[in-house]
């Protein structure tokens, strides 16, 4: 029987075109032209077009090399021109195929990155049409002219200093691990704000677009805001193996691929009188038959149209931009970035992605698709000694289902059906069997009621909606709804006031987030040398709720220096002093018209102290870390004619899967008393971050 990828005789092909194959190394590269790219206009007031980034080179070039300039996105769509290349008969090494006609491409035709509609590999669409205004470009193009003067440069953007928004332009071409995290830090602060006002209808529907992910990434862009600008091959500063990302733009901004859309980045350069382009990273969609039974083994389909929809027929993918970048990596075996995407569980419209580490690309060849037109294939392979990213996450997936095969597996649901989730309880370091016995309980036990001066009774809404200011719960939160629409908190608050039992509401109302109960896959393990930690087996989005702090409320009288409490290693204690962080937006970077600083220090009727000793919940196996990707947050609601003070932890960060969760334990003062300098250093700190302090507790 003929294979699928084989012509038939019978088929109607015009079998002249059909020349003999050469070596496809003869054909002329094709390299495209710099052009600026900016998104779509009519951005709403106080949202400047989106220029593109501008990307100084930083890569190891040849003896003799000159750089030239670097392809971004292409603004239009451009009509192809010229002849097609011949339909592959079977699959074919690249090597050895050559186009039938010796033409010259157009290199801004459908091989560009942005402008073909199948979107192979990663490409997806912004919106409904790419096309930019005219007086857009124009703007971009004046502001990176601006941009690139040096005065303007150390001025900062309108009379700012650039450190005053985060980080300066300058040290920006070189990132590292913490200015990485800033500038992530800040996107998400913004983008967060951005759905808030977007679910509260404070924008003008007629102008808004709904992007909040690309809105969030003008903003900080055109105030300078990002890192890595300087592209480079191989590893990008401060950006490490198992990173995930919920939004392309997120990429960008830290300079870990530069397409918004593309899945294929790369840059041209310029040896001698000959020019030449390199690849520096792909992102694999994981929907066009890319992942293959080896997770450290990528199949990566090329770019570009195989069937022209407006002539209705059948092309071959082009040897150029992207693909081109790729072979001409495969011949210099130079190390190219991965980022493998899946589906996300929550939102199966979106996707997350994570950066799988080096590459090198050991074969290529041609495929016919299914439309019958040639596809480029290549073969990438993970370069060993690296971190498991991808690897990882494909075993937790398999782990979530439950798998008693395991090493080091115990016991399938450690809190014996109370959680509508399972956690699964895995020691693989010694034979410790488990922890010691406690009694699973979802939330507090033996509440007190917190006084107020405005007792929190309760609303009336039969459905709490943002931006109903009659809403009393609504009101106690400053005018604003704590959290998007899907339950991502906005801003940490000194307090957060919950709708609770007491309320007319609906139990699934969007502000009863921390009331929920747990809603990724987590399992408690065993630790090398911190006992029994918590880690996800789920990505985790930044802002996400991960559990309450759940236990039995103690008086602090009981909490003495010299009681055996003293040794209650699972203690919270809300008096204790905890390292500040900023996660809110800055209200200057959307030119609100509040330039108000939201405070985050938290604001506590009266101490409140958990001891999960005896009962608890997950909580209780998180360990500390001064450097934590988990923070604490109090959520005020009322039941039983009282308002109870509650807990609750989201996600500092994004959280990849098979990550430790932790949070800062803060310290206390020596004797308990106020005003004291001295610090008692209870607990020797063995989290190993670079910020270390030493101490806890």
Known sequence: MEENNTLHASDSIDKSRIVEAKPLRSLAPVLPNHIQSCFPANYPSGFPPFCSFEKPQDIPLPKGAQEISVDTEIAEEIPVSGKETPVA??????????????????????????????GLNGDE?????????????????????????????????????????????????????????????????????????????????SLAIKRADLRASNALTCKGIKTNLRRRAGAVPGIEVGDIFFFRMEMCLVGLHGQSMGGIDYMNFKDGSKEDTVALSV?????????????????YSGQGENFNKKDKHVTDQKLQRGNLALDRSAQRHDEVRVIRGLRDAVSRTAKIYMYDGLYKIQDSWIEKGK???????????????????????????????????????????????????????????????G??????????????PFGLVQPSFGCNCKACIPGDFNCSC?????????????????SRKPLIHECGPMCRC?????NRVSQTGLKPHMEVF????????????????AGSFICEYAGEVIDKAKVSQNDEEDNDEYIFDTSRIYQPFKWNHDPSLLEEVSSNVLSEDYTIPSPLIISAKNVGNVGRFMNHSCSPNVFWQPVLYAENNHSFLHIAFFALKHIPPMAELTYDYGFVLAGHAEGSSALRRKNKCLCGSEKCRGFFG
């Open 506 to 510: 609906l139990p699934n109302c969007k």
């Open 283 to 299: 992102v694999s969609s994981g929907m066009y038959g890319d992942d293959t039974e080896d997770n450290d083994v990528l199949v």
């Open 125 to 205: 669409f912004v919106d409904d049409t790419r096309k930019r205004g005219g007086e857009s470009i124009q703007n971009c193009k004046e502001f990176l002219k601006r941009k690139r003067n040096k005065k303007t440069r150390e001025a900062g953007v309108d009379g700012q200093t650039s450190s005053s928004v985060g980080v300066n332009p300058s040290p920006n071409d070189e990132g590292n691990r913490e200015s990485v995290n800033h500038v992530l830090m800040m996107y998400d602060s913004i983008r967060r704000r951005l759905c808030q006002l977007e679910d509260s209808k404070e924008l003008n529907s």
């Open 435 to 448: 922890p010691a016995f406690f009694t699973y309980f979802t939330s507090l036990k033996k509440p007190k």
């Open 526 to 541: 065993r630790t090398k040398d911190r006992g029994w930690g918590l880690r996800t087996l789920d990505p985790i989005r």
């Open 89 to 118: 008969a079977k699959v074919t090494p690249i090597r050895f195929y050559k186009s039938s006609v010796d033409e010259e491409v157009n290199p801004r035709a459908n091989g560009d990155v942005n402008s073909f509609p199948e």
């Open 371 to 433: 439309s019958g037109g040639g596809i480029f294939k290549y073969k990438l392979v993970r370069l060993p000694g690296q971190k498991s990213a991808f690897g990882a996450w494909k075993l937790a997936q398999k782990w979530k289902g439950g798998s008693a095969s395991r090493n080091g597996f115990i016991l399938a649901d450690l809190s014996n059906g109370v959680e509508s989730i399972p956690v699964s309880l895995v020691n693989d370091v010694d034979d410790e069997k």
């Open 474 to 490: 609504i009101q106690r939160n400053e005018g604003d709804f704590p959290y998007t629409a899907n339950s991502i908190l906005v």
